[in-house]
């Protein structure tokens, strides 16, 4: 059978592609959405915060001045013994006191007693001045008094001599010891004045012992 060249055959029909059978507008609005979407993708990208470089950072050492030291804390003072817990024979404390005629006082461990602390004589007191026969004495029964006769004060001294004693004149340059339980004191008289109502200077020494019975 011979073809008619003048009526070629038709040629297959093609499929429509759905965006061709849409009407214009619809192909528009759908162009942008796909548009602007990318574009936020995109952006979004971009613009994404980066963690490592918000990451807190430690802040550097503060900076010292060359040469200027640190610093230190204030250092705790150590406490003064006390009779309880010093060690027999540890020094007190020493210092120097003076008394009248008439009056006793107590004898502290490291400081003179207070004016307020003088008191009359015979009253308990730790040493009495005695307004009548010039002389010290305990101010209390239960306290020994060890004439030194003018020997150097010494612990040692206090607690192994024997000349016990109930009262001593007042000369400058005597050397007494009043011994308690846990406390032992050493007593020089160093000046005296010429009238009976002149006050005596005393020079104080206290230790720690002997031992609680």
Known sequence: MSIDETNPPASPARKANPWELAPQWIVAIAT???????????????????????????????????????????PTPSPSPSPASAVEGTQLGTYTLQIVRGYSVPLPDAAPPKQS????????????????????MPGNPSIKMVDLR??????????????????????????????????????KIVSNGQDTKDPVGLSVTVWAGPPVS
């Open 117 to 136: 602390e003088y008191v009359n004589s015979n009253s308990g007191e730790d040493l009495s001045f005695s307004a009548m026969n010039n002389y010290f």
């Open 150 to 187: 003018t020997k150097p004060l010494s612990y040692e001294a206090c607690t192994t001599g024997t000349v016990f004693s109930g009262g001593l004149n007042n000369i400058v340059g005597t050397t007494f010891c009043l011994i308690m339980p846990g406390r032992t004191i050493g007593v």
């Open 32 to 74: 942008l959405i796909l548009a602007m979407t990318g574009a936020g993708f995109f952006a979004g990208k971009q613009s994404a915060p980066d963690t490592k470089a918000t990451d807190p950072v430690a802040p550097p050492p503060a900076a010292t001045t060359p040469g200027q030291p640190s610093p230190n804390p204030a």
